[in-house]
C-alpha cells in the first residue's frame, strides 16, 4: 500500500493505493506535503489536480475501497450522481430500492473512504440543506459551489 500526500484548496489530502486501486482519500487542514509521488498514485493526484483546476469534471481511476456489501452498492450508486448535481438521501434510497433504508444509505454515506472521486458531497437533505460531511460543511459548500458556480449575471 502507497501513500501520498498533496495540497489541495480545501487541505491536505491523503491519498491511499496499491495495484488493486485507491482505497482511501480523505482531507485535513494542515500537514507535511509528500517530496515524491509513488507511481501507482501518480494517476490520481494527476486527476485530483485536474479536478480543483476546474479541467476534470469525471475521475477514471481503478477503486478498491473497504466496505460491507451494502457500503459498496451505496458508494457505487454516488458514482452516478453526475458533476454539477446533487441528490437527496431520500432520492438514493429509492434508487437503491428500499426508501425505508434512509438512515442506512445515509449513514454509508458517511463511511465513503474515497473522498471526492466518490461524490458524497453531492447527497444532499430533501429541503436542499447540506446535512452532514464527514469533511465539513464548509468543505461540502465549497465542493457544490466549484461543480456548479452560479452563473454571472448580465447587466444588460
Given amino acids: 500500500m502507497e501513500t501520498v500526500y498533496i495540497k489541495t484548496p480545501l487541505g491536505i489530502a491523503k491519498i491511499v493505493g496499491d495495484q488493486n486501486g485507491l482505497s482511501a482519500i480523505s482531507v ?3 500537514g507535511e506535503v509528500s517530496n515524491t509521488i509513488p507511481a501507482i498514485l501518480q494517476e490520481s493526484v ?3 489536480s485536474d479536478y480543483f483546476e476546474g479541467k476534470r469534471i469525471e ?12 457500503q459498496q452498492k451505496v458508494w ?10 446533487t441528490m437527496s438521501y431520500l432520492e438514493l434510497s429509492k434508487k ?5 433504508a ?10 465513503n473512504p474515497l473522498w471526492i472521486v466518490v461524490p458524497c458531497h453531492r447527497v444532499i437533505g430533501s429541503d436542499g440543506s447540506l446535512t ?5 460543511l464548509g468543505r ?9 458556480p452560479s452563473a454571472q449575471q448580465s447587466l444588460f
Fill in 76 to 85: 457505487r450508486e454516488l458514482e452516478n450522481i453526475p458533476f454539477g448535481k
Fill in 96 to 100: 437503491l430500492g428500499d426508501v425505508k
Fill in 102 to 111: 434512509i438512515r442506512a444509505v445515509a449513514a454509508a454515506n458517511g463511511k
Fill in 132 to 136: 452532514g460531511y464527514a469533511g465539513g
Fill in 59 to 70: 475521475f477514471d481511476l481503478k477503486l478498491n475501497p473497504k466496505g460491507t456489501d451494502f
Fill in 28 to 30: 485535513k487542514y494542515d
Fill in 140 to 148: 461540502k459548500k465549497w465542493l457544490l459551489e466549484h461543480e456548479n
Fill in 46 to 48: 494527476q486527476q485530483l
